[in-house]
Each structure stands twice: as C-alpha cells, then as structure tokens.
C-alpha cells in the first residue's frame, strides 16, 4: 500500500477518493469500476436466497477508516455504518495512535464452544464423570459429524463438564452443561458447531441418562479472544484548554467512572462497539452474535464494566487496552457471497480470521479513545453535531452542492435542528 495517495483523504471528493484508494493498491482496477458506477449491489437473486420472505435491499453506508498501523502494518478499514463522526473519531484516533507507534495485538487459540445441556439427569456428579472419562470417544463422534474442518486442521479439541445450579430455586444443582471447544479454523462455525453437537447428543443421553435440551454454541466465546493495546505520549494529547497529562489523567479517570458505574459503562462500552459493529457488518460477519458475547464479557466480574483500561505507564504515557470475544469469520454465512464483505475483505488485504479480529479490536480501542478524549475534553457534541449537520440537511430535502451548503451554515447556527436546515435550505433556493 503506498499511503501518500491517501493523504488528506477525507478532503478529497467522492470520485477522487475511491481513484485515490486504487493508486494506493488499496483497491483493484475493477473494484474501483464498481464503486465509480455506483453498483456495489446485493443482487436481489442471491438476496432472496439468503432471507425469507425477501422484498428489497436495505442500504447502509460503507466508508473507510484512515491512518491505523496494527503489528506495523499499515490498513485501510473499511466501515460500515449509517451514524456519522464514526469514521472520522475512528481516523483521527488511529493518526494519534499511529503517531506513537500504533496498535500491538495478541489473539489466543481460536476455539468456538459448543454447549449441549442435559435435564432429568438422575445422579449429576456421575454423570459428570461419566462424561469426562469418555471425553475422547465424544471429541471423536463429534469430529465424525464434520470430518471436513478436521481435514482442514480443525475440529473438536477438548471438552469441559459444569454443573449448573438454579439461583432461582435455592441453588439447587439442575442441569448438566457439556463445552466443546471446537477449532472451527477461518469459519465463525456456528453451523459446524452446532452439527457437532447435535450429533453427540443421543451418546451424551445414553452415557447420563438424561435428556439433552439444547445443543448449539454458545456466543460467550471466552476461547476466542483478542487484544490490542497502544501508548501514547502525554504531549500528544494537549488540546487547547488541556495540557497532554491533564487530558491523560481525565481519560483514566473517566474510565474508572465506566468500571464502577453501569450506566456509565454501557454508554463507554456503546462507543467502543460503534466501531468494533461497524466492521463487523462491513466484513459480513454476524453482529449479533459479536454483540452479545461482548457484553457478556464486559459482565465477567458479576458487574457490567468498561471493557477498555487507560492506565499511565512509569514514562507518564497513557496506555490503553482492550480485549474482546471476537468469533469472526473469513469464510461461510453471507461473506464470499455478499458483494459488500467481498470488498471490505479485499480493502484489508484478504486477512485471515486472527488478522481480522486484531484489526476489529485495534477500531474498538481507538473508537473508545477519540470518544473519552472528547468527551474530557471539548465535549462529544462539537464534531458530532458539526457532521451531523449534512444529515439534518438530507432530512430537510437538499440535494447535490445544496447538502454541504446547507451544513455549513447549521454547523454555525445556534439551533442545529430539523427546523433551521429547512429554513436555510429556503433561503437558499429563494
Ligand atoms: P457455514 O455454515 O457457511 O460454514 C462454513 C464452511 O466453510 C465450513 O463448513 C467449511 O465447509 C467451509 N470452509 C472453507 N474453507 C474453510 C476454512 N479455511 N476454515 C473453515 N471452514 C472453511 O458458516 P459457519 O459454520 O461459520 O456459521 C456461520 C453462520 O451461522 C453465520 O451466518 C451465523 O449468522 C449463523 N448462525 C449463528 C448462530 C449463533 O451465533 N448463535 C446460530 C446459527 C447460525 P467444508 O469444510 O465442508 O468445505
């Protein structure tokens, strides 16, 4: 990638950006034909093979994120998402970040886990043991259900039994909860995980006696986790009404507010996931399942907390970290099908699964770190409203040249609503 040609990208306009994306290597020849002729579409075809009941396509808006160094390399994220100021916070965070030598992540072992559970259980701890001294023999007949991920390197690994309590009903012991820890190698692997567990059930009854219940993985996926952290210069974040290490004492202490505070966590956590969604979606992956494992995670403690740390090092730098459950795919669900995700894939140079979620949560941390640092700072509003303004004009009815005019003048009104965009798109047109 040769980033000279993205300098200043946002000032750019539509055409030249996506020729300036090409230039950098960004894109191909004909990805960039595509996104030119305004056809990056879904066609309704494939569409009405992916959903039931299919009656047109819902359009989000995909953008991409400048300046993020993750392991020293240098990406372009492709984002997608309809609010604005995302992209920007999520660019501006990543150029400071960048400045003082970017993200560095790790990823732990890849493993889905499937959970099967069983009531009626007559004696649970033998049970239990049963269970765990046939382990082997169960990570084999869940392997025969899907011997093409064991090909592939993947497949059903290890095994954990719990019994589950009702806190409900005095914490009487109830059902019997069996983990698979399935390696399901570049997929998400829902479909895998759960053809897994489906296909040890009746062997799981046999050896319990007992009647299983459910059988598909579970989306807290504490097997599949990623970090990613970065350390920047006190000096790096003066404003000018803060000095850096006020501005770094005021991120930390607004973090602590998010670790103690629920209400304030869910709202710092929001931020976090505006960005960690927003490619998600964009590489084809399943949000939903992404969005609730994280706040499962960010309950581990018995108390919903931030998810990210801002701590300072000795040096006085502020160090930021964030870790994530990130089951996110390369292949299977609508990825290699869905126009969209094929070229975010690309924008990003074809990562692999560990790769993407380095770079999912290197956006989730900087996501957190332009919105606490404006938040301590001039306050959330000023950028938010200032791009918030072409909105408020599209809502008001502007077209073309007509929608920047339009937000220039709001941006600069006391009023910045609905009313006032409709007002100065009359005067306009007058
Ligand atoms: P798929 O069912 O599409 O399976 C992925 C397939 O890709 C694999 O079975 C494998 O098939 C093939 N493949 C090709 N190359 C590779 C590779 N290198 N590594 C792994 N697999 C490879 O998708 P998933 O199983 O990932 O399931 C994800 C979908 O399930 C998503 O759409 C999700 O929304 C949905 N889902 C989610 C649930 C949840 O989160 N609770 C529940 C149910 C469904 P082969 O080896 O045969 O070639």
Not at 32 to 48: F, G, W
Not at 268 to 281: E, R, T, Y
Not at 324 to 339: A, E, M, N, R
Not at 368 to 389: P, S
Request: glycine share 8%; aromatic share 4%; charged share 20%.
């Amino acid at each position: 990638m040769d980033t000279t040609y993205l300098k200043k990208f946002y000032k750019k306009k539509h055409d030249d950006k996506i020729n300036a994306l090409f230039l950098a290597d960004v894109i191909s020849k004909q990805e960039k034909d595509v996104l030119l002729n305004r056809t990056l579409e879904l066609d309704s075809d494939t569409a009405n093979h992916m959903i039931e009941n299919y009656v047109g396509n819902y359009s989000m808006p995909l953008g991409v994120a400048m300046n993020y160094i993750i392991d020293q390399e240098e990406l372009v994220v492709p984002m997608a998402i309809e609010e604005p100021s995302v992209i920007a916070a999520s660019s501006f965070a990543a150029k400071i970040i960048g400045s003082a030598g970017g993200f560095k992540t790790t990823v732990t072992g890849r493993m889905m886990i499937g959970q099967l559970t069983l009531k009626a259980v007559p004696n649970l701890e033998v049970a239990e043991q049963k269970i765990k001294e046939a382990k082997k023999d169960i990570l084999s007949r869940a392997n025969e259900a899907h011997p093409s991920i064991v090909k592939r390197g993947g497949g059903a690994k290890n095994l954990e039994v719990r019994i589950l309590t009702d806190d409900t009903n005095n914490n009487i012991p109830t059902y019997l909860s069996v983990h698979v820890h399935i390696s399901t190698q570049e997929a998400m692997g829902a479909n895998i995980v759960n053809t897994m567990m489906e296909s040890i059930a009746p062997y799981l009854e046999e050896l319990t006696q007992g009647k299983a219940l459910l059988r598909i993985l579970t989306n807290y996926a504490t097997e599949c986790l990623a970090t990613s952290t970065c350390v920047i210069p006190a000096h790096k974040l003066k404003t000018g009404e803060f000095s850096g290490e006020e501005v770094r004492d005021r991120i930390i202490e607004a973090t602590q507010i998010a670790t103690i505070d629920p209400y304030r966590a869910v709202t710092h956590n929001k931020g976090i996931m505006n960005g960690v969604d927003a490619v998600v979606l964009a590489s084809g992956n399943d949000w939903r399942a992404i969005e609730a494992g994280v706040h499962a995670y960010a309950s581990r403690s018995g108390q919903y907390r931030s998810l990210t740390s801002w701590t300072k090092n000795d040096a006085g730098d502020l160090v930021g970290e964030l870790t994530l459950p990130l089951p996110v795919g390369t292949v299977g669900g609508s990825i290699s099908i869905h126009p969209g995700a094929k070229l975010a894939h690309s924008i990003m140079g074809h990562p692999n699964a560990p790769k993407l979620e380095r770079i999912i949560v290197s956006v989730g941390l900087a996501q957190n770190f332009a919105a606490v640092r404006a938040l301590v700072t001039e306050g959330i509003q000023k950028g938010h409203m200032g791009l918030h303004a072409r909105s408020l004009a599209i809502s008001a009815g502007a077209k073309g040249d007509h929608i920047q005019q339009v937000a220039d003048i709001l941006k600069h009104s006391k009023h910045k609503n609905l009313q006032r965009a409709k007002n100065i798109l009359l005067n306009i047109l007058e």
